[in-house]
């Protein structure tokens, strides 16, 4: 399995008062990003990627997560080989 993740879906690049819109319902929500919530949206980040590692792993598969900012040639010859992949 390989994932792959907007760069600022791993690492945002938004801080302050903000006002949010559900690209689907148009509903809005104002919110403060905080250093202390960017901090927790980081940690649930990396749990999810680190939940979907691990039900890979049990079921047998290989899994490696890259972003999308990426070179393909890069993610090829070091992603795909730190997974265990290729070798």
């Known amino acids: 399995v390989i994932q792959t993740l907007a760069r600022t879906d791993v690492e945002p690049d938004l801080d ?3 006002r949010l819109i559900d690209c689907k319902t148009g509903q809005r929500v104002e919110v403060n990003l905080s250093p202390a919530m960017l901090a927790t949206y980081r940690e649930r980040v990396r749990g999810f990627v680190a939940g979907c590692a691990e039900t ?22 070091r992603g795909l080989v730190r997974g265990g992949l290729v070798r």
Not at 61 to 71: E, K, L, Q, W, Y
Request: charged residues 30%; aromatic residues 8%.
């Open 16 to 18: 302050g008062d903000l």
């Open 56 to 77: 890979c792993r049990r079921r047998g598969a290989a899994f490696v997560t890259t972003t999308g900012d990426v070179p393909i040639e890069e993610f090829l010859l």
